[in-house]
T-cell receptor
Framework: GDSVTQMEGPVTLSEEAFLTINCTYT??????LFWYVQYPGEGLQLLLK?????DKGSNKGFEATYRKETTSFHLEKGSVQVSDSAVYFC???????????FGQGTRLTINP | GAVVSQHPSRVICKSGTSVKIECRSL??????MFWYRQFPKQSLMLMAT?????????EQGVEKDKFLINHASLTLSTLTVTSAHPEDSSFYIC?????????????FGNGTRLTVT
């Protein structure tokens, strides 16, 4: 079945550092790919998405490119802030973005 | 923006009792809602798809009789954990999507942490 694998956390960085959180997937079809973020005490929020190969999703300085050849959707940000501290989930869906398969989540902590 | 409200946020119950968790879409209608379970330091696992006015669709390995789902209206789905046991302790999250537009994103509740003693 479909699956998503994220780099293990937790990840701790200093403010203004470069961030990469790796995500690879396995899917039988042509999935849409997502990054969700969960801030402390809150629900999941959609951060960005890409629906086809070579698409780049971006939001709030975060970017991720749908790489079909490497089945990857790595999350990047050039300069992180303390407010980016959260848990990040990579996810895929191959059915109209409804039924999601999640990675295990990566906890990110940014120190001032 | 669209909001999904989950209640309660935390619940502690004794073994053998039942617990009901509510998921409401506050400013939109959702024919379909999804229930996830998250174990500590693990991913969210889809438990079931809740369909308004019909039976829920359960994922493989999820006990239908243990996790009762009722989706009685376009804005409310409930998950009842029946005869709860300590191994049912977990974080349960619901999600829903607006009927329109067709490509609207999924919205998630803040989750319910269930502790069974």
């Amino acid at each position: 079945g479909d699956s998503v694998t994220q780099m293990e956390g937790p990840v701790t960085l200093s403010e203004e550092a470069f961030l990469t959180i790796n995500c690879t997937y396995t899917a039988t079809g042509y999935p849409s790919l997502f990054w969700y973020v969960q801030y402390p005490g809150e629900g999941l929020q959609l951060l960005l998405k890409a629906t086809k190969a070579d698409d780049k999703g971006s939001n709030k300085g975060f970017e991720a490119t749908y790489r079909k050849e490497t089945t990857s959707f790595h999350l990047e940000k050039g300069s992180v802030q303390v407010s980016d501290s959260a848990v990040y989930f990579c996810a895929l869906s191959d059915w109209g973005a409804q039924k999601l398969v999640f990675g295990q989540g990566t906890r990110l902590t940014i120190n001032p | 923006g669209a909001v999904v409200s989950q209640h309660p946020s935390r619940v502690i119950c004794k073994s053998g009792t039942s617990v009901k968790i509510e998921c409401r879409s506050l400013d939109f209608q959702a024919t379909t809602m999804f229930w996830y379970r998250q174990f500590p330091k693990q991913s969210l696992m889809l438990m079931a798809t809740s369909n308004e006015g019909s039976k829920a669709t359960y994922e493989q390995g999820v006990e239908k009789d243990k996790f009762l789902i009722n989706h009685a209206s376009l804005t409310l789905s409930t998950l009842t954990v029946t005869s709860a046991h300590p191994e049912d302790s977990s974080f349960y999250i619901c999600s829903a999507r607006d009927l329109t537009p067709s490509n609207s994103p999924l919205h998630f509740g803040n989750g319910t942490r269930l502790t069974v003693t």
